[in-house]
């Protein structure tokens, strides 16, 4: 008897992906037996080998597939900040992140069955002000007053987690906090904040900004669902860029805009374009983030193969260049 | 109109009434033109001479002022223009009340014979500015060849003999830096952007300040370590000019550590992690040290740089000594960094403590020019500076548990301190008048 793991949020690129990956995995002959993908809605994609099953973690339903698929590994991947455009919007997705982890760890702390849980967090749990180190590590303490949006949903989600790996220390818990993923695959907040034609930047303000390629997170998630690893790790491409840095890259020209009151302008101006910029850039707009991956080297053992430059040029190649592409713009 | 201002030629044109009856504002009055005629008299028959159509404009007609200007605002070089004025003139010269001579017209069509002139006299007019007098009949055109020649030179002048490698290295550079391709470290480090603003206050720091180092022996070749230095001056200025001194005397970057208000001011904050600063926290401080970089710190902070002109010279408390655990745990040495000179820059003699805390500043200084003369009140007094680095303190010869022993830090800390201070009073007899 294999193993079986149970992929939750399967209805976003990612996840689908992950899971298709994981059932692949499955058929080439490695200890994992089935992968079970769950979300509200059916995924828009082909989900390959992945058995899904139409369930809402944030009800109790969850708890009956674990017992029925006896699932000893369940990968959460249901923690996604709110976006336009896709499945998760407004306060749905507090509901979502929250009340959905919650339940998901419910239902782990009752099945016998489950060995490990992988959780796909976010760097955001570390927020973004003036007062940050020029680097997060693991250990670092998130500045600042939490006050809402996804950064909330993140560390109350990681608090719950936290709470459960006390109440069952016998299960294996990997959190990977997660960089802004980019790629043209992947919906993702600075993918819609770059599909508009003119970038709104805070005035006077110019963040370093980190970026995970898609292939490295999922080499991650899988690693560590293959593999025990457990603990908290940081994943992103070495290296940061600045703001003005990718848009110059991009070749698209950037409106900068006061700081005050910039969220509803900004908003206001990428609607107008037909795109989005996702509450929770707001602040990474203005300070930026960049996280430390040592730990993620040296104690998980991942070596990341796309750089943050690597990434973003690796998108930038299938976008369409951007108005100043002409004159300036990198070929 | 070569004699405006003159109260004749003032009378404007098409004012109606009696000849002769001035109105006191801008007519003058018939006894103030006779008056006034007496100088202008000998100035018409030269005008006329110049004219060079005699015959067809008698003097007597006068030519009344209408119809000269309308003369005048027809085609120039036509002939026709003269004689459509020489036709028009006899009928109406009776009917208009002109003043006889006086009222000679200032207006006249210009004839061939003075754009003759006229170009004979520029091109000796250019002929004489042009240093080969041969070139002068070219000089109605373009002289595309010495523009040339003149920007080669230029160009030579100012980059050297390689200019054209030079030029095309610039320019190689600009068109990175419009497309994004360079490089920042994980602090938003940009050496480029560092490089020249370094060149930038050069003139600043050597011609203004007359910034004089001393003991530049003492910054480490290679390694992490520690440079303290005192704060002061209102605009942390010292900060800029010892990154320079660095940067100068040892070929290295100076990375400052900042307060987070730097961090949260528009451009400011931007520039500052442009520029190399990072926020003063033990996990940037250690990581700049272990990672080799020169770290420089100013514990004084808004103490130092924010204290009253009377108490200059005089170090504040010296935080809480976090540098000195930072420097014991990456192992690199301090370096006192004596900064005299910026305390002179901008006195500050007030504080508006109400309106600082309002507006989120530590201070709000009052310096003798500053609120007084507006933005010229920011321009730094040329004080004379001084800049002593002082011999490293070993901190590796500590075992690594020390970085947690108070006692052990706050005496490395006085000592630190006491260095500083001592030095101070050293420079500032040396120095003399802080200005001369």
């Known amino acids: ?331 | 109109m070569s004699d405006e201002g003159f109260p004749m030629n003032n009378v404007p044109i098409g004012t109606r009434g009696k000849a002769g009856r001035g109105n006191a504002t801008v007519s003058p009055s018939a006894a103030a033109r006779s008056l006034a005629g007496g100088s202008a008299a000998p100035k018409k028959p030269v005008k006329k001479a110049n004219a060079g159509a005699p015959a067809k404009n008698p003097p007597q007609q006068g030519g009344p002022r209408t119809t000269a200007k309308r003369a005048a605002k027809k085609p120039r070089t036509a002939s026709a223009a003269s004689k459509v004025a020489a036709t028009k003139n006899p009928p109406q010269a009776g009917g208009v009340p002109t003043a006889g001579q006086t009222n000679a017209p200032r207006l006249r069509a210009v004839t061939e014979a003075d754009a003759q002139a006229a170009a004979t006299a520029a091109a000796a007019t250019s002929a004489k500015r042009t240093r080969t007098a041969t070139a002068a009949p070219l000089a109605a055109g373009i002289p595309l060849d010495e523009i040339f020649s003149a920007v080669l030179q230029g160009a030579q002048r100012v980059l050297g003999d390689d200019w054209e490698g030079r030029l095309a290295a610039i320019l190689s550079t600009i068109r990175r830096r419009v497309t994004g391709d360079f490089d920042v470290d994980e602090f938003g480090f940009d050496e480029h952007i560092t490089d020249i603003g370094i060149a930038a206050i050069e003139p600043l720091a050597e011609k203004w300040f007359r910034l004089e180092v001393r003991g530049e022996e003492n910054i480490p070749q290679d390694g992490g370590a520690l440079l303290v230095a005192n704060h002061s001056g209102t605009i942390p200025i010292d900060g800029l000019m010892a990154g320079y001194a660095v940067r100068k005397y040892s070929g290295r970057h100076l990375r400052p550590l900042g307060a987070d208000l730097v961090f949260s001011m528009p451009f400011v904050g931007q520039m500052a992690r442009k520029f190399g600063a990072t926020l003063a926290c033990a996990e940037d401080a250690e990581r700049l040290l272990t990672t080799g970089e020169i770290a420089g710190v100013w514990p004084e902070g808004f103490k130092g740089i924010g204290k009253p002109f009377v108490e200059r010279y005089k170090l504040q408390r010296f935080g809480r000594g976090g540098f000195v655990s930072s420097a014991v745990r990456a192992g690199v040495p301090i370096v006192p960094v004596s900064i005299v000179g910026a305390e002179e820059i901008y006195p500050l003699v007030g504080n508006v403590p109400s309106l600082a805390r309002l507006l989120g500043f530590p201070y709000l200084p009052i310096t003798p020019f500053f609120p007084l003369l507006g933005p010229l009140g920011l321009i730094p007094l040329p004080s004379k500076w001084i800049i002593e680095f002082g011999e490293p303190i070993r901190t590796d010869a500590f075992p690594p548990e020390a970085a947690d022993d108070p006692m052990l830090l706050f005496n490395v800390t006085d000592q630190v301190r006491e260095t500083i201070q001592q030095t101070l009073y050293k420079l500032l007899v040396d120095r003399g008048n802080a200005f001369f």
Request: charged fraction near 20%; aromatic fraction near 6%; glycine fraction near 10%.
């Open chain 1, 1 to 331: 008897m294999g193993r079986v793991v149970l992929v939750t949020g399967v209805a976003r690129d990612l996840a689908a992906r992950f899971a298709r990956h994981l059932a692949d995995l499955a058929e080439g002959g490695t200890d994992i037996d089935k992968v079970v993908g769950i979300d509200v809605v059916p995924p828009p994609g082909e989900l390959g080998g992945v058995k899904f099953v139409r369930a809402d973690i944030r009800t109790p339903v969850v708890a009956k597939v674990m017992a029925v698929e006896e699932v000893d590994t369940v990968v959460h991947m249901g923690l996604v900040p709110s976006q336009r455009g896709t499945t998760v919007r407004g306060g749905a997705a507090k509901e979502l992140n929250v009340i959905g982890t919650m339940q998901l760890l419910a239902a782990c702390q009752r099945a016998t069955s489950v060995k490990k849980l992988v959780v796909q967090s976010s760097t955001a749990v570390y927020g973004a002000s003036p007062q940050d180190p020029a680097m997060f590590t693991e250990s670092s303490s998130p500045r600042g007053a939490v006050k809402s949006g996804f950064r909330k949903d993140v560390v109350e989600a990681e608090g719950y987690i936290r709470g459960f790996s006390r109440r069952r220390p016998d299960i294996l818990i990997t959190t990977l906090r997660m960089a802004n993923i980019l790629s043209d695959q992947v919906v993702s907040p600075f993918g819609a904040y770059y599909e508009s034609a003119v970038l709104p930047t805070v005035m006077g303000f110019d963040p370093r900004i980190q970026f995970l390629h898609e292939q490295d997170a999922l080499n991650v998630l899988s690693e560590s669902v293959v593999d025990d690893r457990p603990g908290t790790f940081n994943v992103a491409g070495d290296g940061v860029l600045l703001l003005s840095q990718t848009a110059r890259r991009l070749g698209k020209p950037i409106i900068p805009l006061p700081p005050f009151g910039f969220g509803a302008a900004a908003s206001r101006i990428a609607r107008s374009m037909g795109s989005d910029i996702p509450p929770d850039l707001h602040r990474l707009l203005k300070y930026g983030r960049v996280v430390d991956t040592a730990a993620l080297r040296d104690i998980f053992g991942y070596e990341p193969i796309f750089t943050t430059e690597a990434t973003f040029e690796a998108y930038r190649q299938k976008v369409k260049p951007g108005l100043f592409a002409m004159i300036g713009g990198r070929r």
